[in-house]
Nanobody, 125 residues
């Protein structure tokens, strides 16, 4: 098990910024690819961004490309999602996830083995 705890969500106005953090427990964090997903009310969970074990490769959903940045700090077992130019359609619960099998920068939720509890992001218009 790799406990994951997200933080940094909240209420922000249209065009604002937030930085989400995901703290992992366990010494093998640095070996895992990590991802961020989100789920809005009444909608399926969707991929947002992924980063490989070293941080050298990233991948984004088209809907957030150019506005969001995923990064990681392996020394402190942290992964971040910097979100800029936020829009009301970004409102969702955001989850971080760990890919222990290193399936590549997968967009599929089924590729991820461990999940956090989520943090709410609300963007007002």
């Amino acid at each position: 098990q790799v406990p994951l705890v997200e933080s940094g969500g909240g209420l922000v106005q249209f065009g604002g910024s937030l930085r989400l953090s995901c703290a992992a427990s366990g010494g093998t964090f640095s070996r895992y690819a990590m991802g961020w997903f989100r789920q809005a009310p009444g909608k399926a969970r969707e991929f947002v961004a992924a980063i490989n074990w070293s941080g050298g490769r990233t991948y984004y959903a088209d809907s957030v490309k150019g506005r969001f940045t995923i990064s990681r700090d392996n020394a402190n077992n942290l992964v971040y999602l910097q979100m800029n130019s936020l829009k009301p359609e970004d409102t969702a619960v955001y989850y971080c996830a760990a890919d222990a099998r290193n399936m590549g920068l997968s967009v599929a939720a089924t590729s991820y083995d461990y999940w956090g509890q989520g943090t709410q992001v609300t963007v007002s218009s």
